[in-house]
């Protein structure tokens, strides 16, 4: 639990400097930080698809506000901190090489798959019924599939929408975008 | 590697190599979505991140060249249709939504009735969500770069 609220105060700490630092590529990093935190919130308690999945929106939609933010204000300096970025480079690179380490080692054996988790809770039920051994899946596609019909719905509504409010715009530009719809 | 938008040659080069095995990737998640962790929702979007890891590598020419921006209406309606004709397909195994098709063997990539068919369609609505994002910000957000020049290095 300690770990978790570690977490969670590291998220609310980031939310702070988000909305409290002046210039906005700062800001958008720190909700990235925020972000990624969340991930590995999910991570930690046993969640690998939501942290999957939060951890991908979480790249794309980083990209897509850092590609919006990136031209608009730049107040950047490289030079004179040469020695804390390599500094953190090189703690960082140690990290990541030492955790990749650490979890390659850890995973099972190629070939013997075997989702040890899910075959001890599912035991019965879900495996005779759907031969799905994610349970979060089989739940999501099967047991539930009508809040994932009802999700997919907003999805596309939300797309619908926002391709018909940007349509004009689209036209007037050069390069023809999104013509129909 | 002549025209000047996108990225440097490096960066191309390690695009070039890395593209397809995200692409991979992307569709080894969203067809193991019933024995393994990820699904639909997450292979779709690592799918469409190969994509926009293309774009900022090599600019946004070449992949409105490969990708019309019109296809994108037509891919996100694909998918949403195919998860409901799924849905209205289960009419087949009596009620709606049910899991008619035959289920297999566990642990084996062909299993789980329409758990996969539904993992290929979500995964198709969010490769079309993903795509859409960029091009909203190729096509909508365009900025025009400041007068002065180079912004980026000239702080150096």
């Known amino acids: ?181 | 590697m002549n025209n000047n938008s996108g990225m440097s040659l490096i960066v191309k080069t390690t695009t070039r190599l890395l593209v397809g095995f995200i692409l991979l990737y992307g569709i080894y998640i969203v067809l193991h979505g019933h024995i393994s962790p990820g699904g639909g929702f997450a292979g779709g979007f690592i799918i469409a991140l190969s994509y926009i890891l293309f774009m900022l590598a090599f600019g946004k020419d070449e992949i409105l060249k490969r990708i019309p921006a019109s296809s994108i209406p037509f891919l996100e309606s694909l998918g949403a249709l195919m998860f409901l004709t799924i849905a209205v397909l289960g009419f087949f195994g009596g009620y709606f939504f049910s899991n008619w098709l035959p289920k297999g063997i566990t642990f084996k990539l062909l299993s789980a009735g329409t758990i996969p068919i539904s993992n290929i369609a979500l995964a198709l609505l969010e490769v079309s969500l993903g795509l859409f994002g960029i091009f909203l910000v190729l096509i909508l957000l365009k900025f025009t770069p400041p007068k002065n020049g180079e912004t980026n290095e000239k702080v150096k």
């Open chain 1, 1 to 181: 639990m300690l770990e978790i609220n570690l977490l969670l105060i590291f998220i609310i700490i980031a939310a702070i400097v988000a909305i409290s630092v002046k210039d906005l590529l700062s800001a958008v990093v720190a909700v990235g930080v925020s972000g990624f935190g969340l991930c590995i919130t999910f991570l930690a308690l046993k969640a690998p698809d939501l942290a999957i999945t939060q951890l991908v929106v979480e790249i794309l939609c980083l990209i897509i506000l850092i590609k919006a933010t990136i031209r608009l204000d730049l107040p950047f300096s490289t030079s004179g901190r040469w020695f804390i970025n390599t500094f953190v480079t090189l703690v960082f690179l140690a990290v990541f090489l030492g955790y990749g380490y650490m979890a390659l080692m850890s995973l099972p054996q190629f070939g013997s798959p075997i989702m040890k988790v899910s075959a001890f809770y599912l035991a019965k039920e879900t495996l005779e019924k759907v031969h799905a051994t994610n349970l979060v899946s089989a739940i999501n596609l099967n047991f539930r599939a009508y809040d994932t019909l009802g999700e997919a719905t907003a999805l596309f509504a939300a797309a619908v929408g926002v391709m018909a409010l940007m349509r004009k715009r689209g036209k007037k530009s050069p390069n023809e975008g999104e013509s129909d719809e």
